[in-house]
């Protein structure tokens, strides 16, 4: 309601007055901003992921773990040779055989991790499970889980994203590229809702089918 100056700024509470007489006060909602340093490009693009992953989670995908618990594991068995290697109750000259082993297993766990995201992850940022056929039409998206991969180039302004068929040969898919400036100021705060409506666009056109490359002109070049 109006005040006898006029409409209330948007700063002052929101008063309204229930069946009883009494007055119930509501506080606006504040939008807390980000910012960031726009020199430090790993946080910018740390940030515009997480955003990204945000925005495809909350609304239409469920994230897939288990390339993630794989890695984790390997991890975790990892460590677990160190310890042993670290902690052995055993004095020195004696333990020289289990402190040889458990160096080896240590680094051949840590080379297949490093394989996993070299060459299976790579510019990957989510992995997620195939859409349920109550939630959407598309049955590719009904079979097929999403790889969501982004890239920033050092140096660059452009940050890119890329949606396609997670495990599908060949896979089409829908790729967008934004200046960081669309969503970053001069002071560095984040337009995170910005970035979401941008990508929330992106996917429906991942699932109306609007590919950029058609799965059939990807067979020709074969």
Request: charged share 30%; proline share 5%; hydrophobic share 35%.
């Amino acid at each position: 309601k109006d005040t006898a100056g006029g409409k209330p700024s948007p700063d002052e509470d929101t008063k309204e007055t229930t069946k009883d007489g009494e007055e119930e006060v509501f506080e606006a909602d504040e939008l807390e901003l980000l910012q960031v340093d726009l020199g430090d490009m790993v946080k910018l693009k740390q940030i515009l992921d997480e955003a990204v992953a945000a925005a495809l989670l909350d609304k239409f995908l469920e994230e897939d773990y288990r390339l993630d618990n794989i890695k984790l594991s390997i991890m975790v068995s990892a460590c677990l040779f160190a310890m042993v290697a670290q902690f052995a109750p055993l004095p020195f000259p004696e333990s020289r055989p289990i402190l040889g082993a458990c160096c080896c297993c240590y680094f051949i766990l840590s080379g297949i991790l490093q394989l996993i995201t070299t060459f299976i992850d790579k510019d990957s940022i989510l992995l997620t499970k195939p859409v349920p056929s109550t939630k959407t039409s598309n049955t590719t998206l009904q079979k097929y889980g999403v790889r969501v991969r982004s890239q920033f180039p050092r140096f660059s302004e452009f940050y890119t994203i890329i949606l396609e068929f997670q495990g599908m040969e060949n896979s089409p898919n829908v790729e967008q590229r934004w200046s960081v400036g669309q969503f970053f100021d001069k002071e560095g705060m984040f337009d995170e809702i910005g970035l979401q409506q941008e990508i929330e666009a992106l996917f429906l056109r991942l699932e109306s089918g609007k590919y950029d490359n058609k799965l059939t002109s990807s067979k020709k070049h074969d």
